[in-house]
């Protein structure tokens, strides 16, 4: 049996990547893939996405128990993927996350057949998308542009511009999983 391959979608906070990752799933063709759930705390209702809100209490619990693939945090966040995408793995399922940034080399050094993929915008776009989320958005917007503009892009990376025409990302996402389907 094969091993199943990991799509490890990132992007900066404002790139439209839930939603882009939201629209594969439901509309997409039926590939033999795996949508993760990405756990975090503390639970944001804002937040979309296949998310599963766990307490501070339990998240702790998840991680000192070694229920977690991989954790981080990031903006006032603690997210994991949980242990059971390596048991999807290991049957042969390809796997799609919703990863970090920031966490991409820890993800890389553990999945070594991951396939790489940013979903990103233009800086209008991401500012744009930036207020619409509320005052508290205003005042982390220079710290996260930054962010954007230094971030280098890895090797062999997938790159998904999504500029506002939700369909053409997410097929664009779609066809990457195809593409790169084992």
């Not at 903006?75 to 940034?101: A, M, T």
């Not at 920031?102 to 233009?122: C, E, K």
């Not at 930054?146 to 097929?171: C, F, Q, W």
């Amino acid at each position: 049996m094969r091993q199943g391959r990991l799509y490890y979608v990132m992007g900066p906070w404002g790139a439209g990547k839930d939603s882009v990752i939201e629209w594969a799933r439901v509309n997409g063709p039926s590939y033999d893939v795996a949508y993760a759930h990405r756990y975090v705390t503390p639970s944001l209702e804002s937040l979309g996405g296949n998310h599963v809100a766990l307490t501070p209490v339990e998240f702790d619990l998840r991680e000192r128990r070694g229920l977690f693939a991989l954790t981080w945090q990031a903006h006032g966040l603690r997210c994991g993927l949980g242990k059971e995408i390596e048991h999807w793995l290991r049957q042969g399922v390809d796997v799609l996350v919703n990863g970090s940034r920031g966490a991409f080399p820890s993800a890389q050094a553990r999945f070594n057949d991951m396939v790489p993929v940013l979903i990103t915008a233009s800086r209008e776009s991401i500012v744009s998308r930036m207020l619409s989320s509320g005052p508290e958005a205003a005042e982390q917007i220079d710290q996260r542009l930054a962010r954007h503009d230094s971030y280098v892009v890895p090797e062999k990376t997938v790159t998904i511009v999504n500029e506002g025409n939700l369909p053409e990302a997410g097929m664009s996402l779609l066809k990457a999983i195809r593409n790169h389907s084992a």
